[in-house]
């Protein structure tokens, strides 16, 4: 056993587009969901991870029913499940690496919510760490997002563009390699 499979904050909270905005790739939770079960089917281990807002007014605080994990993802017993409150699944309880350590897995396939925030921050963290990273990015999206940058003013971004922006990132700054899911679904492991 030398890889998992880290499923980042695939929380019912996402389906909220009123909260979010504009969101793009509707094949994110059916490709998750196929992951999912490719890596039952080959008995490996899986890592849930879920964002605990620590802000009462998110959907993804505890409290609100916006926290709970999608059905797929509900229904895995994972090898590990993780809670944080901040971007990167290393910083959760319990201790991700330590965990990965103790089960010597070095290759992580990481999918989930959101592409450029959790998802992307988890695997710049991995690669930073010395793991064997691979984002499968259709397997994951994210929102449009819009801020008032000091020096820069208005700067928006569509999600289409993020998730582009982030799979150059990652890939061309050495944290992890992007894959599709039916490449990875595809793979014959022995």
């Not at 009123?18 to 899986?46: K, M, S, Y």
């Not at 901040?86 to 592409?115: H, K, M």
Request: glycine share 6%.
């Amino acid at each position: 056993m030398t890889r998992a499979l880290i499923v980042i904050d695939m929380q019912r909270a996402f389906d909220d587009l009123d909260f979010w905005g504009a969101t793009t790739n509707p094949d994110c939770e059916r490709n998750v969901a196929a992951l999912i079960e490719r890596w039952q089917d080959a008995d490996e281990p899986i890592v849930v991870v879920r964002h605990d807002s620590t802000s009462v007014h998110s959907p993804l605080h505890p409290d609100n029913a916006g926290n709970e994990l999608m059905d797929a993802v509900a229904a895995v017993d994972p090898a590990l499940f993780v809670t944080k409150n901040v971007n990167s699944a290393f910083y959760g309880d319990p201790d991700l690496q330590v965990w990965l350590e103790t089960q010597a897995i070095r290759e992580l396939v990481i999918c989930g919510i959101q592409t450029n925030m959790c998802v992307e921050t988890t695997a710049r963290m991995a690669g930073n760490l010395g793991y064997d990273v691979t984002v499968a990015l259709d397997a994951t999206r994210t929102f449009d997002l819009r801020a008032d940058v000091a020096g820069l003013g208005i700067v928006t971004r569509t999600a289409s563009e993020l998730m582009a922006t982030t799979a150059l990132d990652l890939q061309a700054g050495g944290f992890a390699q992007i894959a599709t899911t039916a490449a990875l679904i595809g793979e014959n492991r022995t």
